[in-house]
């Protein structure tokens, strides 16, 4: 019996350290390298320096449109840097709209290490020198997120009160996620990481956009359904076809009509 005790403790011990080494290194894939930038792709662009709350020194691209009628502060997913977002950046821009893309803490150029709570702040931190820096009115800030950075942008979303909220491919929560990827573990007393998104989104009363793909193969299309089943009115709902990195650029001429449709029923300022 003490033999088996032994072997059990063993094999929850190393579980618990594979999610811990999961939680470091299966959430976030930074990369430094800045491998184009605007300029680089035809752009005017402002490359900026600014700080969250607990230091940290953060690196973003303020890329203006021609004619401008709002701003989108654009919180990516969880791999790369703000320099494999120009083609959705491109996107944004010919739809009137300036974009403040910016990396995460231990992304690109930004300083520090990857944390839940540390994201948290970084996207405070962007939208602080939006509204604090260029003086905009919250009334001409969208936030939209994709991936993580979609539950990053909900997160953002209830504390701030911005025009609106776009959220591209967001999971319901880390837990949900961990119970897809781990079912027979018991990750709900393992899991430090919330990302609670369907909690979140609940508090959030300005119109809502949810984007997701039917065939994503990452996050299933049921958290989106969720996100959007819990969310309060107004809020509008767009599923999509193709993997979780596809379906934008399959049916791009379509997503761009679904932002200009959404962003020209809400009261932008």
């Known amino acids: 019996m003490l033999t088996g005790a032994l072997v059990l403790f063993s094999l929850l011990a190393f579980f618990f350290l594979y999610l811990k080494y999961f939680e470091r290194k299966g959430i976030y894939f930074p990369t430094k390298e800045i491998e184009l930038t605007p300029e680089e792709a035809g752009l005017e662009f402002e490359d900026i320096y600014f700080y969250s709350s607990d230091g940290v020194k953060l690196n973003g691209w303020y890329i203006p449109a021609q004619e401008s009628r709002a701003t989108v502060l654009f919180c990516h997913g969880n791999a790369g840097n703000i320099s494999h977002r120009i083609e959705v950046i491109d996107v944004f821009l010919r739809l009137g709209l300036d974009v403040f893309i910016y990396d995460y803490r231990g992304y690109g150029r930004s300083q520090g290490n990857p944390s839940e709570e ?91 956009l949810i984007i997701h793909s039917e065939d994503d193969e990452i996050i299933p299309f049921q958290h989106g359904k969720r996100l959007y089943e819990a969310a309060p009115e107004p809020k509008e709902f767009y599923p999509m076809r193709g993997g979780h990195n596809e379906a934008l650029y399959m049916a791009m001429e379509d997503f761009t009509k679904r932002i200009d449709s959404f962003l020209r029923g809400i009261r932008l300022e």
């Open 118 to 208: 540390g994201l948290y702040l970084d996207a405070q931190a962007a939208y602080n020198y939006l509204i604090d820096k260029r003086g905009l009115n919250e009334r001409s800030v969208v936030i939209y997120g994709k991936s993580i950075g979609a539950n990053i942008a909900v997160e953002l979303c209830s504390k701030v009160k911005p025009a609106a909220l776009i959220s591209d491919s967001a999971f319901t929560s880390a837990l949900d996620m961990g119970k897809k990827l781990f079912p027979f573990l018991p990750i709900k007393w393992l899991l430090s990481v919330k990302y609670d998104a369907l909690s979140r989104i609940k508090e959030i009363t300005i119109p809502k």
